[in-house]
């Protein structure tokens, strides 16, 4: 007998059961896994972006693009400030990197983990490695919840804090919407977020490996500008990725039922009339030079023979020929190089889950469910996600803390 489950050893799983475990709770968190936190382990690339480092509620809440509004409580209660001094509690370190993001000074995930489990455990609950299938219910609350051997443990509430479905080798395969669908709540369609795109262009497998830095995106809705970023971005044999690609991923709500497409910038640095006087340079220089061999200062090797292509001169072309009309078309190709987006790559893939159970069935002053009496949620199980930068762990913690203390 606990007098609380946490099904799910993960960010909020473990946030949850200290919170509670400190209030005098007898928390049993059950983790299907063999070690908690898997996901934990590879966020931030290894280093685990653990929050960002805003200290105004707006400036959080900005980040959000799904159910903001629903995390005002949750963020009040615990902001990123808390997070990190939490953390720094812990013994673990931290610094602040490019866009306020948040990172152990060590650059290691596994001190976070270590530190989280630590205090999840020396709060006093207990982690036991075990997989919930289902509830059994009694009069429209919870009493036991059943393990996938058919064993069960008798409870007075439970918090589902399973994670998404992205990467299902750390443990999130969805688990945590069959549950909520069991007792009646509604489960918003699950979408991949901070994802790479999957691109149309014939030229796509051609740039396959090449990395780009220091360029600037625009990401289009029907032609109508929705989101820009300056950063890292990496092509691949289905399409593009990379930091700036996985931020833009958030922004696409509508993939089927809208156009979409990437412009990059590879040049921002430059506006036109620079870029154009610097292949006006290039050309002087390299006059007896066929067109497609004049490139090779201004572009990555990789890219020359595409931008040929794409540009409509003749690769054989002397570039003393070219004219001023096809120069022009140069510059605006290189500023604008656009790439057509048809769809998300899968879900498995993503970094985070945009969809999960409905807000409107959660009390967001408690993080209770208003369908079941005793039951609480936390994390990314819950229909909202943010964008990249740690914002994302930042409500696992957040709606963990609310969660913990209410029940």
Known sequence: MADIVVIGGGAAGLMCAAKSSQ???HVTVLEKMPR???????TGKGRCNLTNAVYDIDDLIANVPTNPRFLYSAFSSFMPYDTMAL????????????????????????????????YCKDSG????????????MHNGVITA????????????KVAVCTGGKSYPATGSTGDGYILARSVGHTVTPIKPSLVALVCSNHFIPKLQGLSLKNIEIHLFENDKEIFTDFGEMLFTHYGVSGPVILSASSHIRNMGSKDYYISIDLKPA?????????IQRDFSELSNKDFINSLNKLLPKKLIPVIVLLSGIEPSCKVNQITKEQRQKLVRLIKNFKVNISEFRP????????GGVNVKEIEPKTMKSK??????????????DAYTGGFNLQIAFSTAVLCGENM
Request: glycine share 6%.
């Open 23 to 25: 209030n005098g709770n």
């Open 36 to 42: 908690p936190a898997r996901k934990l382990m590879i």
């Open 87 to 118: 953390f720094e509690g812990l013994g673990v370190p931290l610094k602040v990197e490019r866009g306020n993001r948040v990172f152990p000074q060590s650059d290691k995930a596994v001190d976070v983990v270590d530190a989280l489990v630590r």
């Open 125 to 136: 609950a207990k982690i036991v490695h075990a997989a919930a299938k289902a509830f059994e």
């Open 145 to 156: 919840v059943i393990l996938d051997d058919n064993s069960k443990i008798s409870c007075d």
């Open 270 to 278: 430059l506006d036109e009339p620079a870029l154009d006087k610097r």
């Open 347 to 354: 879900v498995e893939e993503a970094i985070i889950t945009s």
């Open 371 to 384: 369908i079941v009496d005793n039951l609480y949620f936390a994390g990314e199980v819950i229909d909202v």
